[in-house]
């Protein structure tokens, strides 16, 4: 029977193996086109540095969880307690899942929403051409909430909602920053377009918000 190191072994050799396949069939297509590096970069701006293998590694945790660390100890402890107890603890789970199913799709909403900006983040020209960094974000009374890490980000970030609702297919995106620390702004995704309610004239610097950090 294979053990449990040998199947996630095996999963993690073949994302490896898709990503490298994918990397060489996009340097083959650039090869087959003829265009050179220089006539690239005159043609379209220059890209912005790409993220350190750590911080790759970050946004790519859950999925990377999914593909390595579940099967393991779902393999693992089918090994140790037998097919009866399995099959009473995944029926349990299954329940509860389906009874919290609304959490598990705000939870699985809120991880979609963070590739859905960082999609989005190089149409929006940001300062110094580098993106910010997405910490975390999480579901709350029916909103998504992304914090982020971005050096003069908020200015930008909060002239592009309309960009960054359309890649959210959402009709509003509310941005917040933190009245501390300027780098840390957060970023409220909304699924229903807000009630307009007559309120003061606001300084041009000042966003009305609905979550603050």
Same mark, same amino acid.
Do not use: K
């Given at each position: ?6 199947? $996630?072994?095996?999963? $993690? ?53 999914? $593909? ?72 709350? %009374?029916?909103?998504?909430?992304? %914090? ?13 909602? %309309? ?40 300084? %041009? ?9």
């Amino acid at each position: 029977m294979t053990s449990g190191p040998a199947i $996630v072994a095996a999963l $993690v050799l073949g994302v490896a193996v898709g990503r490298l396949s994918r990397h060489l069939g996009g340097l083959l297509r650039r090869r087959l086109t003829g265009r050179s590096t220089e006539m690239t970069s005159r043609q379209a701006p220059a890209a912005a540095p790409r993220a350190s293998f750590p911080a790759r590694l970050y946004h790519w945790r859950w999925e990377i969880l999914a $593909v390595t660390l579940l099967p393991y100890g779902v393999v693992t402890f089918a090994l140790w307690a037998g097919p009866l107890w399995t099959t009473a603890v995944f029926a349990a789970v299954a329940v509860v899942a389906v009874l919290r199913r609304r959490r598990v799709r705000d939870r699985l909403h809120a991880i979609a929403v963070q590739h859905r900006l960082r999609a989005a983040f190089p149409h929006l020209r940001l300062p110094g051409g580098r993106h910010p960094a997405i910490l975390w974000s999480r579901p709350r %009374s029916g909103d998504i909430v992304v %914090s982020l890490y971005g050096r003069e980000a908020f200015n930008h970030l909060h002239r592009n909602r %309309s960009v960054l609702a359309a890649a959210c297919g959402v009709p509003e995106v509310y941005v917040d920053r933190h009245p501390r620390y300027a780098s840390l702004v957060t970023l409220t995704i909304s699924p229903t377009e807000a009630r307009r309610e007559p309120r003061a004239v606001l300084p %041009s610097n000042v966003v009305p918000l609905r979550v603050h950090s």
